[in-house]
């Protein structure tokens, strides 16, 4: 099986990956979001990666979403909603 070239019909194929995953394998959507290279659809899909796996196992949801590529702004705004008031 050969690698795709990367092309709009590949980063629209790992978005639909990334989106259909997120909900159930937040983790394994993770390991694919960061390889979207367009930034608009990548930071979309680290925001609602992010969103579905702090509530679920936050610690490690945190790791990974502190060593993406998002701006820290953002981050902040994740982490802080996903903290128990």
Known sequence: ??????DSAKQSAMQSYVNSTSWQ???L???FA????D???RNNAINNIARNWLRTDPKPAAEWLNSTTLPQDQK???LKSATPH
């Open 76 to 78: 902040d705004r994740l």
């Open 34 to 37: 960061t390889t979207i290279t």
């Open 1 to 6: 099986m050969g690698v795709l070239p990367d």
């Open 29 to 31: 959507a993770a390991q």
């Open 39 to 41: 930034d608009h659809q």
């Open 25 to 27: 394998y937040p983790d």
